[in-house]
């Protein structure tokens, strides 16, 4: 049983077994091992405690996923309603993860195909979105939630949302091929332990130049951000890129989206031009 362990702990680290495990497994007849759910569990703990800049929803969209699919698999459905079942699953992990059933249910429909809505999983997917967060809420778990101005309804205000969204855009392009650029780069070093390693040691120096404002999910300095306009530099935002490119480049485990919570959260405030989209 420990060999087993290991082995799957090697195939974690190697393959970058997590949401892109997931996602495969709808696009193909593929499955996500239960147990590899449980690794991703741990690994992302460890990556989050041990200053790792990543966030929790990749190991929550890995176990909702994998349970769903698991259910499914039970009840002997056929391949189209297990997707089904894992797309509900994601999105009652992404519900109770953060207390937003609408956006993890638009969230598990979209993230599969970009432009392809999943309109059969949207009332299973909703309906898994609200009993998770209703348990989540019963058990004492606080929703993500911000203090925020409604800002007036002007058209200047449309016009600066706009370019906003432009900005966040073109950024969001920026994080994909810094992704991918560390990843193919890291990938030189074909012994998978050494490339955590040599990571590991890249993450501790970042730490060490620019400070622990980066590590970890971040979010007190998202809500610093959107609620007291604050920010430490200008240059903040990609700050938090490299950190969360080179974690994850080096096979640590987490998600992506928290990290681009912070990245976008910062923008309003570090673009010189002072853009907006609550004020």
């Not at 990749?58 to 769903?68: D, R």
């Not at 994080?175 to 560390?182: D, I, T, V």
């Not at 193919?184 to 040599?198: D, F």
């Not at 912070?262 to 673009?271: K, M, T």
Request: net charge positive; proline share 3%.
């Amino acid at each position: 049983e420990m060999q087993r362990s290991l082995v799957g702990s090697e195939m974690c680290i190697r393959d970058s077994a997590g949401t892109d495990t997931v996602i495969n497994s709808i696009h193909k007849e593929a499955h996500i091992p239960l147990r590899m759910s449980f690794l991703i569990f741990i690994s992302t703990i460890l990556t989050v405690l041990c200053g790792g800049s990543v966030g929790r929803e990749g190991a929550a969209m890995q176990i909702g996923g994998s349970i769903g699919e698991q259910i499914g698999e039970k009840l002997r459905f056929n391949e189209k309603d297990k997707k089904i079942m894992l797309m509900s699953g994601i999105s009652a992990a992404f519900s109770a993860l953060f207390g937003t059933p609408l956006a993890a249910t638009v969230f598990a429909i979209m993230v599969i195909s970009i432009g392809v809505i999943y309109h059969v999983a949207l009332y299973p997917s909703l309906l898994a979105a609200l009993v998770a967060y209703g348990v989540s809420v019963r058990l004492g778990v606080e929703p993500t939630r911000f203090t925020v101005a409604v800002p007036d309804q002007s058209v200047g205000m449309f016009v600066r949302v706009a370019a906003l969204g432009v900005l966040c855009a073109l950024v969001s392009i920026l994080f994909c091929k810094l992704m991918h650029g560390a990843g193919h780069l890291m990938k030189r070093i074909k012994n998978p332990w050494l490339r955590v390693i040599c990571g590991g040691f890249a993450v501790i120096a970042l730490t060490w130049i620019f400070g622990t404002d980066y590590n970890g999910a971040g979010m007190d300095i998202v809500t610093r951000a959107i609620e007291q306009e604050t920010v430490a530099v200008p240059w903040a935002f990609l700050l938090k890129l490299v950190f969360t490119a080179v974690t994850l480049a080096a096979g640590f485990k987490g998600g992506e989206v928290v990290p681009s919570f912070f990245v976008l959260s910062l923008i309003h405030i570090s673009e010189p031009t002072r853009l907006r989209c609550i004020s």
